[in-house]
């Protein structure tokens, strides 16, 4: 396969091109049209096929004499255990789950909320969600019962599926009073709740609605199948947006399907009987796609992994797991690579282990810096693969592509477009840019297979938030360039979304719940640079007026508020109170200043700044207390 060949085919000929990738999955019955618009006008695939995405990752291997064979390598760095699942094992337990799901009355179309660690009854109840044709909705763990609670106002589960706890550095953190808080929060309980049990934690259950999973899966009888249409969805899956409501993802079952078996090959090259690693938690879209869906679609062994890069037990965690599980491409976010270099900066602990069937690491989430791209390139001695790509479209958009063979790789850009994707960088008036000019990433209408149709319950936002600006472009959010070779660089997101440690935020939603204490009358929050994190977010306040509280009493405060309401991974640490914010004269708080001046870039004061003065005392604050890289010792 030659990526020229294929590109040009996908743009000049999307329906050929996505008709003979459609065909490398197992579908109950072939599309009947390829590429259709909906009464709403938005662009649907694969319309009239059916299918089922569980019988496609694993009782169709297991049909193929595949049963046998590793579907899921669940390597825990938490409890220092493995457990290995074949494909038969793994088809066994989902179909139980899903009966039981089933004989509770969920059937297609419910939604299920999945609230769960690392453990791999999370990607079970994934899989028993697909079969039986419901929608599952997981969120992530580290997120908090606020957080928790409006996603269940949004998709108004019939059951949510949690376990008794997750575990952190040194650290148990109970589920079940983070669920309760959540759903005493809620307009609509779930009917039932069904939680995991674990060893080191157990919750108390209480009524006939809450649910033992080992109780419950002792007496259940298996579902099969069940026949789903390509237009119906397989989950939905919230993202941080530029409000403080976050953004119900929707993925269809055909196109999702397709996307992942296309994607697991000509992105990432690896194919059936290789093992896979997106060291991901399930509550990402990474997770969604390549721990879970992508690998087993494509007949993969994935390795399902519950820790942390460092100190569990040490930075040599991951190269112990590639060689262990024979892993050929690991793919995670920076900020691990990160950490693991902070620990083990000259890779004594790496040169403990055998890389020997390592080929590819590929990163993505987030900026790629140079120190860490040139840390591993060296120490890992396989390419390092940056690579770009969202929630809203379920597989990469700029990649350069394993299953092609390598292009050169050039160290600071997500390489060339994915076939299926026409990505451009446009001018603020939609005019499209040559080699070298920053602006916006679009990308050509219509997306390619597996990318979200709408927004749950939302067709108004979908509009306004992506397909408004520009018209005949998805508007992706993101800042960047292309050079003469059509490689593109990301220069960052330019709205308020941040990526802390891998993780996708709001600005926004943070500046909504500062707003809301009793002290604040103003306040902004922006990501800023950080080392280890990628970005951090810091808040800016302005007192009302006649408040006394004291700089340490109000950041203490808003810590713990952001800690309640988010959660501690949002890690917001960081508020400064001052005497006015920075703003235009018409009213705009000059967000983008602060962040340049925080993370010690040179910035044009522009001259319709309101109130220069406020810069100086902000910067005197940032370096008084060396917030920021720039002043970080
Ligand atoms: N449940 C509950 N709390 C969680 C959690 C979860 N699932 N995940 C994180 N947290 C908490 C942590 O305990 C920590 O709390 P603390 O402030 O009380 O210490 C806080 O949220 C921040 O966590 P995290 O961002 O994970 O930071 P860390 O210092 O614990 O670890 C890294 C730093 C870089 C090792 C870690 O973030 C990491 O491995 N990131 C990679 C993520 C990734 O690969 N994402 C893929 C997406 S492409
Ligand atoms: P998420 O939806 O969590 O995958 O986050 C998507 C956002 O992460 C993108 O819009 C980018 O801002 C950022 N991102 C993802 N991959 C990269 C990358 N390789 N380089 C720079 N930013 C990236």
């Known amino acids: 396969m030659n990526y020229q060949k294929e590109f040009k085919e996908s743009l000049e000929n ?26 709403k006008g ?29 579907a899921l390598i669940y390597d825990s760095a938490v409890l220092g255990t493995v457990k290995t699942f074949t494909y038969a094992e793994l088809r066994s337990q989902v179909a139980l789950f899903a009966g039981i799901l089933k004989q509770r009355g969920v059937k297609k179309g419910d939604r299920v909320v999945i609230y769960m660690p690392m453990v791999p009854e999370a990607a079970i109840a994934m899989l028993a969600c697909a079969r039986i044709g419901a929608i599952h909705s997981v969120v992530f763990g ?48 779930p009917e039932f709740h069904i939680l995991l049990q674990r060893s080191m934690h157990q919750a108390e259950l ?72 997106a060291a991901s938690d399930i509550g990402w879209q990474v997770g969604h796609s390549y721990t879970v869906y992508g690998p087993l679609i494509a007949g993969c062994a994935s390795v399902f992994f519950e820790g942390k890069p460092v100190r569990m037990p040490d930075a040599g965690t991951f190269w112990r797991i590639i060689e ?52 591993a390139s060296k120490m890992l001695g396989v390419p390092v693969i940056d690579h770009w790509w969202q929630t809203e ?42 080699p070298g000019e920053e602006g916006y990433v679009v990308v050509k209408l219509p997306l390619a297979p597996g990318s979200f149709p709408t927004l749950w319950n939302d067709d108004k936002r979908f509009r306004e938030s992506y397909l408004s600006h520009f018209d005949g472009y998805y508007m992706t959010g993101d800042g960047g360039y292309r050079d003469e070779e059509n490689y593109f660089y990301i220069t960052g997101r330019i709205d308020d979304v941040i990526n802390v440690a891998g993780h996708r935020l709001s600005t926004s939603e943070m ?26 977010p810091v808040g800016m306040v302005v007192l009302k007026d006649g408040e006394t509280i004291s700089q ?32 235009t004269r018409s009213g705009k708080t000059l967000r983008k200043i602060i962040r340049k001046m925080a993370d010690g870039q040179t910035f044009d004061m522009p001259s319709t700044i309101e109130d220069p003065v406020t810069l100086d005392e902000l910067r005197e604050y940032l370096k008084k207390n060396k917030v920021g890289m720039a002043f970080d010792s």
């Open 14 to 39: 999307p329906e050929k091109f996505w008709k003979e990738k459609a065909r490398e999955v197992p579908w109950y019955t072939f599309p009947k049209k390829i590429l259709t618009r909906d009464e």
């Open 42 to 70: 938005f662009f649907r695939w694969f319309e009239g096929g059916k299918l089922n995405t569980c019988y496609m990752c694993l009782d169709y291997h297991v049909e193929n004499g595949r049963g046998d064979q590793a």
């Open 142 to 189: 580290g997120f908090a019962p606020h957080e928790l609670s409006i996603r269940i106002d949004d998709a108004k589960p019939k059951a949510i599926i949690s376990a008794s706890c997750g575990v952190e550095f040194q650290r148990i953190i109970p589920y079940k009073p983070l669920i309760d808080k959540a759903l005493s929060l809620v307009e609509q309980k």
């Open 206 to 277: 209480s009524g006939e609605n809450e649910i033992d999973w080992d109780d419950a899966m002792a007496n259940a009888k298996e579902a099969d199948c069940v026949e789903v249409d390509a237009h119906d969805p397989l989950y939905i899956l919230y993202t941080s947006g530029t409000t403080g409501k976050p953004k119900g993802v929707i993925r269809d079952n055909g196109g999702h399907a397709v996307a992942m078996k296309y994607s697991m090959g000509a992105s990432y090259g690896t194919y059936e009987g290789e093992v896979f690693w």
């Open 324 to 375: 262990q599980h024979r892993v050929k491409a690991l793919f995670v976010a920076p900020t691990a690579i990160r950490a693991i270099i902070k620990e083990d900066s000259e890779g004594k602990l790496l040169k403990k282990y055998d890389l020997s069937n390592f080929r590819y690491l590929f990163v993505a989430g987030e900026r790629c810096d140079s120190a860490t791209f040139d840390w």
């Open 393 to 434: 479209v379920t597989s990469p958009m700029l990649c350069n592509m394993a299953g092609y063979g390598l292009s050169p790789i050039k160290p600071g850009s997500v390489s060339r477009p994915v076939p299926g994707y026409d990505v451009r960088i446009v001018d603020g008036n939609g005019k499209v840019l040559g």
């Open 511 to 536: 500046e909504e719940i500062v707003a809301t204490h009793p002290a604040v009358a103003e306040c902004a929050v922006v990501g800023i640079e950080h080392q280890l994190k990628g970005q951090r």
């Open 552 to 583: 340490e009493e109000l950041e203490k405060e808003l810590v713990a508020l952001i800690r309640e309401k988010i959660g501690a991974i949002a890690f917001f640490k960081t508020a400064i109170i001052v005497n006015r914010l920075p703003k």
